[in-house]
């Protein structure tokens, strides 16, 4: 089988390292909030050009958390597209607020800012208070920033960037983590850069933010120790995760260049096909972090047939996401800008990604292309 996400070769280069680096944290015994999440935050506070980092439990805390520091109150309001994993929205109405969904951009599967303006004045119109605006760096490429810091200016509104997928990409030639306000992101393992556990961090240049984040993730604690300053929870980061994800770290630019090469060598092989697929299109300013590689499939093609055909090959793959998030039950009842999710719709019936990691070989790709070419041709 052609792994869909290869994690056994990168450890296999690192295991050494890693074993080293838990010994070590075995050794001094500081499981929680141990000495290597500071240092990773460290690190990442350079590799993001970002003042603060908070290194938390996962990439969903480091949502809730950002919102947190951001004062989100219940029954606000918050942009975020329809075509997301859930993490984006459930935040919102667990701090009882509102996500309002809007649409995605066809080319970058990411939020359209030419329809920021529809989705206000659809929150508008139904009395609700929206304060900011959450673009999804969906399958590894930042949203289109600019437009939406401007949008969100013009209207006095923050932006918190879902970085989940797209961490270790760049805008305008700026890192993730720097592009707003706040910026999250998710070391679940499957991620570009994952832990071996749950794992995520926050980014932000903006010390209240950062201190009100950083506080909730303790429970709330203020200065000093069992004296609390607001009502939080426990999201803190595990030191033996941020002791793998140090070295992880380490490795992370050379893979995002091979990651990049993987995206190359489909695109490569897409294009010498006429199979009316159509590979990820990258926006001018952006490079990706690949955290999927995501085909766009003509509309006649039996996109479960496909599946079957090319897992009978032994090559996996994935469907992200099959359903727009407004039409899942618990989100049935949040507001839709009203222009509609068209895209959404559309990119939720036909994209299929595919497997992508750093060790994916030509010849590997070669195959997964051409047994797509030959189910679909039939
Ligand atoms: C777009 C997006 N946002 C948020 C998350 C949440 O990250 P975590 O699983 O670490 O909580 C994910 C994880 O899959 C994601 O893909």
Redesign the pocket.
């Known amino acids: 089988m052609i792994p869909f996400i290869d994690l056994k070769s990168q450890q296999e280069k690192i295991r050494s390292k890693i074993d080293k680096r838990i010994k070590t944290v075995l050794d001094h015994g500081q499981y929680i909030l141990g000495p290597e999440v500071r240092e990773l935050e460290k690190k990442l506070e350079f590799f993001a050009n970002s003042k603060y980092v908070l290194c938390c ?7 809730l958390l950002a919102l947190l520091g951001l004062g989100l109150k219940p029954g606000e309001g918050v942009i975020v597209p329809a075509f ?5 929205a459930e935040v919102m109405p667990l701090l009882g607020a509102i996500p309002i969904f809007i649409d995605v951009d066809r080319d970058t599967f990411n939020l359209d800012p030419t329809k920021l303006d529809n989705a206000l004045k659809t929150a508008y119109k139904l009395g609700i208070n929206v304060k900011g605006i959450m673009p ?3 399958f590894g490429q930042p949203a289109d920033m600019d437009p939406i810091n401007k949008f969100a200016k013009d209207h006095n509104l923050w932006v918190l960037d ?4 797209s961490f270790g990409s760049k805008y305008n030639n700026n890192p993730v983590g720097s592009l707003c306000e706040v910026s ?5 393992p ?2 570009p850069l994952g832990c071996y556990g ?3 961090a926050l980014f932000t240049n903006n010390k209240e933010i950062y201190e009100i984040a950083n506080s909730s993730h303790v429970h709330g604690m203020g200065k000093v120790r069992y004296e609390y300053d607001r009502i939080g929870m426990n999201a803190r980061m595990s030191t033996i995760q941020a002791a793998i994800l140090l070295e992880k770290l380490y490795i992370f630019p050379l893979e995002l260049k091979k990651r990049q090469n993987v995206a190359d060598n489909y695109n490569k092989h897409f294009n010498k096909l006429n199979l009316g697929i159509r590979t990820p299109i990258l926006i001018n300013k952006a490079t990706s972090s690949w ?1 999927q590689y995501t085909i766009i499939l003509p509309d006649d093609v039996d996109r479960n047939k496909l599946q079957e055909s090319l897992r009978s090959k032994n090559i996996p793959t994935a469907v ?1 996401y099959p359903i727009p998030l407004n039409e899942h039950k618990p989100y049935e009842k949040y507001p839709v800008s009203q222009e509609g999710l068209q895209n959404t719709i559309y990119l939720s019936k036909t994209v299929l990604s595919l497997p992508m990691h750093p060790y994916l070989s030509e010849s590997d790709i070669m195959f997964i292309v051409k047994s797509i070419a030959e189910t679909i041709k039939k």
């Open positions: 439990s996962s990439g969903t805390d480091a949502l997301t994993f859930a993490s984006s999804v760096g969906l879902d970085a989940a997928q999250a992101t998710s070391f679940f499957a991620k749950d794992g995520g955290a992200y």
